[in-house]
């Protein structure tokens, strides 16, 4: 068997904001390179303003067997900036890419948090749920979902640059195909972006194949 990630539209679609926030309070995303260019930018101060669309995830395994990292585990990143949130390694290529339309911002792997910010929730299979974060195991069972949500720490697209108008945000997991899947049709999220200058929304958000 082999796992089968599939993203979840209307949870993109239902919780999709925009969040503005002074540099200072964002230096761990920018040590992450989580911000466009002109946020490291020599003139920049910590009091210029960011604009963040942010919006959440959802991944459900659909497949038939467990979605592991292509990584081995002594080869995952500490990331001390997050130290005091329990932010912990990178989950081998799990990869989420985020674009919105010719705008594309590096995202690093998503992260193991604890607390339950980002733990894996199988409703209708509990006794599949084996992978935990204080283990430092990583891993998606079939049945199981990863919820990122969009108060995370750079789950989002840094908009300061973009002016108003009608986009396309693209949402994709394991974009690189590093982990073999039974489908790679069903890894994509797209949303209508609408952006005022001050405030988002998206709509007819759904599964597509690029």
């Given at each position: 068997?082999?796992?089968d990630?599939?993203?979840?539209?209307?949870?993109?679609?239902?919780?999709?904001?925009?969040q503005?926030?002074?540099?200072?309070?964002l230096?761990c995303?920018?040590e992450?390179?989580c911000?466009?260019s002109?946020?490291?930018?020599?003139?920049?101060?910590?009091y210029?303003?960011?604009?963040?669309?942010?919006?959440?995830?959802?991944?459900?395994?659909q497949?038939?067997?467990?979605?592991?990292?292509?990584?081995?585990r002594?080869?995952?990143?500490?990331?001390?900036?997050?130290?005091?949130?329990?932010?912990?390694?990178?989950?081998?290529?799990?990869?989420?890419?985020?674009?919105?339309?010719?705008?594309?911002v590096?995202?690093?792997s998503?992260?193991?948090?604890?607390?339950?910010?980002?733990?894996?929730?199988c409703?209708?299979?509990?006794?599949?749920?084996?992978?935990?974060?204080?283990?430092?195991?990583?891993?998606l069972s079939?049945g199981?979902?990863?919820?990122?949500?969009?108060?995370?720490?750079?789950?989002?697209i840094d908009?300061t640059?973009?002016?108003?108008?009608?986009?396309?945000?693209?949402?994709q997991?394991?974009?690189?195909?590093?982990?073999?899947?039974?489908?790679f049709?069903n890894?994509?999220?797209?949303?209508?972006?609408h952006?005022t200058?001050?405030?988002?929304?998206?709509?007819?958000c759904?599964?597509a194949?690029?």
């Amino acid at each position: 068997g082999l796992p089968d990630l599939v993203p979840d539209p209307n949870y993109v679609q239902a919780s999709t904001y925009v969040q503005r926030a002074h540099l200072y309070s964002l230096r761990c995303a920018a040590e992450e390179k989580c911000l466009a260019s002109t946020a490291y930018a020599a003139e920049a101060t910590d009091y210029d303003v960011r604009v963040l669309l942010r919006f959440p995830q959802r991944v459900k395994n659909q497949g038939t067997a467990d979605f592991l990292p292509s990584q081995p585990r002594h080869s995952w990143q500490w990331h001390s900036c997050h130290h005091g949130l329990g932010h912990f390694g990178h989950f081998g290529h799990f990869g989420h890419s985020w674009s919105l339309r010719s705008l594309l911002v590096p995202f690093p792997s998503p992260f193991c948090h604890f607390f339950s910010l980002s733990v894996p929730f199988c409703p209708f299979c509990p006794h599949l749920w084996h992978y935990a974060c204080p283990t430092h195991t990583q891993g998606l069972s079939p049945g199981c979902y990863d919820t990122y949500n969009a108060d995370i720490d750079c789950q989002w697209i840094d908009i300061t640059d973009v002016p108003p108008g009608n986009y396309i945000l693209k949402v994709q997991v394991n974009p690189k195909y590093l982990v073999l899947e039974s489908d790679f049709t069903n890894n994509v999220v797209r949303c209508h972006i609408h952006y005022t200058g001050r405030f988002v929304s998206a709509s007819n958000c759904r599964i597509a194949q690029y």
